[in-house]
């Protein structure tokens, strides 16, 4: 069985394949933007290299601004060093819901 570290890496992978198959094609003279994993104790955050966040997941279950979140929850960035309230899918679930530029917003 797979690491939650792991699976972020392979989330990322497919994420950036994403970024870069849309760049090719939309933005053929930029430069390509990847995204990259910083660990912190109650997530890990995913960092845009242009110097944005695109989200965060969620390290263990707990509760976050009085929700309850678990373990491969993907949220979306308030601020550089907090997550919005409200995940958007779950990485390990295989429901997470996102687009190149980071996690969709809640309808």
Do not use: H, Q
Not at 42 to 68: A, D, P, Q, R
Not at 69 to 83: H, M, N, Q, V, Y
């Amino acid at each position: 069985m797979k690491t939650l570290k792991e699976s972020i890496e392979e989330f990322v992978e497919v994420v950036n394949e994403a970024i870069a198959k849309d760049y090719k094609t939309n933005y053929p003279s930029l430069t390509t933007t990847t995204v990259s994993i910083k660990e912190n104790r109650k997530y890990f955050k995913l960092l845009s290299s242009c110097g944005s966040v695109w989200g965060f997941i969620v390290k263990e279950n707990g509760v976050f601004k009085n929700t309850y979140i678990k373990t491969g929850d993907l949220l979306k960035a308030a601020t550089f060093s907090s997550p919005a309230k409200g995940n958007r899918g779950n990485i390990l679930d295989g429901n997470a819901r996102w687009n190149i530029y980071g996690p969709s917003y809640n309808n």
